[in-house]
């Protein structure tokens, strides 16, 4: 069966400090593979999706990026973390053409 | 006006009560749907995903979709104190487009 792990679950970050997020899922190949954001009482909003090694689309510009350096590990990452950065991200995979299943998440906390 | 509309709640409902939960949506082109069920500080997990219109069922939970209203319903039967949880629907135009996420409706029962 298909497992997907995120690290750390909680982070306290300075503004202004880098950031870096790590998904890996297991038990499946080329999976596409996302990260979302869910801010305290608001919905999921897309941020990332891959396809594929290498291959990222951006939803949202901001201040965030991300990579996929293997198969199934995707890393979301900031240079500088701004206030507006607190929230709850959330990696996701899916088959090509199905539905996304979920991390455990990281709960940001930018000060 | 926003693609996809929830009612946030919070709701809250006697254990053994039947819980209807609903989404309306604006784009007629959507058609597969989706609830998740997302426990506090947890990632949301897959409960329904269904095809077009008409209903699916699945133990005590129910989806209901309309497409002719644009309106979706998630119905659970005999709740549970253990359904307590924050509901979010979601929808597709095809099973390899951009999912759209209601915000969630918060639902609590009480024992």
């Known amino acids: 069966s298909q497992t997907i792990h995120q690290w750390p679950a909680t982070l306290v970050q300075p503004v202004g400090s880098p950031l870096s997020l790590e998904c890996t899922v297991e038990?499946?190949?080329?999976?596409?593979l996302y990260w979302y954001r869910q801010a305290a009482g608001r919905g999921l909003q897309l941020l990332f999706y891959?396809?594929?090694?290498?291959?990222i689309s951006s939803e949202v510009p901001q201040n965030l990026s991300a990579s996929r350096p293997q198969d199934r590990q995707f890393i979301l990452s900031s240079k500088k973390l701004l206030l507006s950065d607190s929230g709850f991200y959330l990696c996701a995979w899916s088959l090509p053409t199905g539905t996304p299943y979920f991390g455990p998440g990281t709960r940001l906390l930018v000060l | 006006q926003k693609e996809v509309e929830q009612d946030p709640g919070p709701l809250s409902v006697p254990e053994g009560a039947i819980v209807s939960l609903n989404c309306t949506y604006s784009?007629?082109?959507?058609?597969?749907f989706m609830w998740y069920r997302q426990y506090s500080r947890k990632g949301p997990e897959l409960l329904m995903y269904?095809?077009?219109?008409g209903n699916k069922e699945d133990g005590r939970f129910t989806a209901q979709v309309d497409k002719s209203s644009k309106y979706i319903s998630l119905f659970i039967r005999d709740s549970q104190p253990s359904d307590s949880a924050t509901y979010l629907c979601a929808m597709t135009y095809s099973s390899a487009s951009k999912i759209i996420f209601g915000s969630g409706t918060r639902l609590s029962i009480r024992p």
């Open positions: 269904t095809y077009s219109s």
């Open positions: 784009n007629s082109a959507f058609q597969y």
């Open positions: 038990g499946t190949s080329n999976p596409n």
């Open positions: 891959s396809v594929g090694i290498g291959q």
